[in-house]
């Protein structure tokens, strides 16, 4: 069974104190890894996919990497309006529909 | 620029009440789905659609249904509610194409059975 697993389960940081959350996955065959920015009371917001170990992929002070078992999402000199929470999805390569979510990191930078 | 609209935002229902959670999209997306996001757990999937007038059970479909008539609505339809019931219900939708599957959600609707 595909599983996604995310830590820390909270995570606060000051402003430009720069962190990575971790995504640890197992899957039989990725198609794509996920990652969304869901903020309270909103629903989860598209980030990024990756499609396989090696690729990376920025935007503004956020970057996803991916290994064959984990996905980092690095914050560099974050700013309080990123405080939400960051899910991590993946997506198997068999059986389209299935997406497996995992909990999430909630974030919260502090100025 | 809607992308996925939801509707009612709240609701309270008392327990044995039916009610149905209205979702469009206006992206042309062939897959649409409904989650439910419980305190402290992933997004679950309990429905999804891969075109008009077909759909098939998620993760957690019990307590559940859904029809598909159209490319853009996926109504969610609750019968006879159940204090397990209550949490946050997101409909989504994305295109399945070459490239992959990208899921884009609606901005949640609150359900409380009493």
């Known amino acids: 069974e595909d599983q996604v697993t995310q830590s820390p389960e909270a995570l606060r940081l000051q402003e430009g104190e720069s962190s990575s959350l971790n995504c640890s996955y197992t899957?039989?065959?990725?198609?794509?890894l996920f990652w969304y920015r869901q903020d309270p009371g909103k629903g989860p917001e598209f980030l990024f996919t990756?499609?396989?170990a090696g690729e990376e992929k920025e935007k503004e002070r956020l970057k996803a990497t991916l290994t064959k078992k984990e996905s980092f999402l690095h914050i560099t000199a974050p700013k309080p309006e990123d405080s939400a929470t960051y899910l991590c999805?993946?997506?198997?390569?068999?059986?389209?529909?299935?997406?497996?979510f995992g909990t999430g990191t909630k974030l919260q930078v502090i100025p | 620029n809607a992308g996925v609209t939801q509707t009612p935002k709240f609701r309270i229902l008392k327990i044995g009440q039916s009610m149905t959670l209205q979702c469009a999209q206006d992206?042309?997306?062939?897959?649409m789905y409904w989650y439910r996001q419980d305190p402290g757990m992933g997004l679950k999937l309990i429905y999804y659609?891969?075109?008009?007038?077909?759909?098939d059970k998620g993760e957690v479909p019990n307590g559940y249904n859904v029809s598909r008539s159209t490319t853009e609505d996926f109504p969610l339809r609750l019968e006879l509610a159940a204090p397990s019931q209550t949490s946050v219900y997101f409909c989504?939708?994305?295109?399945?194409?070459?490239?992959?599957?990208?899921?884009?959600f609606g901005e949640g609707s609150w359900l409380t059975v009493v």
């Open positions: 989504a939708s994305s295109y399945m194409g070459l490239s992959g599957n990208t899921i884009y």
């Open positions: 899957v039989s065959g990725l198609r794509g």
């Open positions: 990756l499609y396989s």
């Open positions: 999805a993946v997506q198997a390569s068999r059986g389209y529909q299935k997406v497996t």
């Open positions: 992206m042309n997306h062939n897959y």
């Open positions: 659609s891969v075109g008009a007038g077909i759909t």
